[in-house]
């Protein structure tokens, strides 16, 4: 497993979204506005969450984790991007394009894990609401939120151990903006069918298994909603998991496209990395402040504190 095996090709050549220096001036202006709107939203975010008193409950435990997973996602990602749009030399070492490699596997998977947690969450205080307390505890919070940060961690070691092992020895290039594991395959001398298998086995275990239970959880709450009679009630109930479902279909949506889609370096990949690593990433805090009026209300109050207390 040593990383001497990678002496033939010390670094990756990032090719990007563009060559031309005039749309890569005007890519890093719009992506870096994206990226601190990324970081604004987040931080903002995890600021009311840690501050207000009312959103001290599991369901905002949660998202402040899967706020903070968005931000180690960029911080993996975009901002060599961003260094990439204004740098003539758009190259990447080998150990940092792995190690690239392993935070995308090990946030992903750790969101995908939250995802199906949360959606368990809202099981709960929609189907049993009078049991919410008694079955959704801090310290099963506290399992679940672990335990998804231990399992994807997991995952990360059994994808990025075998590509450690690989020589690279053909084409530097590779045709992204950052480095995954599909477009490291093509550049390898070294035969990739059991790294794919491995790559495809557990992504498709991972990927499965949160996203049955999320389908899970979401026709037992369907099944009660339907049998609310009071409309106000189905409404409460529906704005409860709207902006989660919105979250899950974005994320799993654009990761199908990405990691499910034969490598063929065609501009649509592109598309659905931009998609996956930058858009889901950006949109997540606005779906769960702009789509949530608790947090909303949290946000004015956050405010008005700050406020109150700079003025004196």
């Not at 601190?36 to 987040?42: A, D, E, R, V």
């Not at 053909?170 to 480095?179: E, N, T, V």
């Not at 979401?218 to 609310?228: A, C, F, H, K, N």
Request: proline share 4%; aromatic share 12%; charged share 10%.
């Amino acid at each position: 497993m040593a990383l001497g095996n990678h002496s033939a090709i010390s670094a990756f050549i990032l090719l990007g979204l563009s060559a031309d220096p005039h749309i890569q001036a005007l890519l890093f202006a719009l992506f870096l506005m994206i990226y601190l709107q990324i970081l604004l939203g987040i931080l903002t975010l995890l600021l009311v969450i840690r501050a207000d008193s009312c959103l001290h409950n599991p369901m905002y435990f949660f998202l402040s984790h899967l706020s903070f997973l968005d931000l180690c996602f960029n911080l993996a990602t975009v901002h060599k991007l961003l260094e990439n749009l204004l740098s003539q030399r758009k190259t990447i070492s080998v150990q940092g394009c792995l190690a690239q490699v392993f935070f995308v596997f090990d946030s992903g998977g750790t969101e995908a894990c939250l995802l199906s947690v949360m959606a368990y969450d809202h099981y709960v205080a929609i189907c049993h609401p009078l049991l919410y307390g008694q079955k959704v505890t801090n310290k099963l919070c506290n399992g679940q939120v672990w335990g998804s940060w231990g399992l994807a961690f997991l995952d990360a070691c059994i994808n990025i151990l075998p590509a450690m092992s690989l020589d690279f020895c053909k084409d530097q290039s590779i045709p992204q903006y950052s480095c995954e594991l599909p477009s490291l395959f093509p550049l390898s001398c070294s035969d990739v069918s059991k790294n794919f298998t491995i790559q495809l086995c557990y992504s498709l275990l991972h990927g499965l298994v949160t996203c049955v239970l999320i389908v899970c959880s979401y026709t037992l709450i369907v099944s009660t909603m339907l049998s609310i009679s009071s409309s106000s009630g189905r409404s409460k109930a529906f704005s409860t998991c709207s902006s989660h479902l919105t979250a899950v279909l974005l994320f799993y949506g654009s990761a199908f496209l990405r990691y499910f889609t034969p490598t063929s370096g065609s501009p649509l990949e592109l598309v659905f990395s931009v998609l996956y690593g930058v858009v889901t990433p950006l949109v997540n805090p606005l779906i769960y402040s702009l789509k949530n009026n608790e947090v909303k209300a949290a946000v004015r109050r956050t405010f008005r504190k700050y406020h109150q207390y700079f003025r004196s």
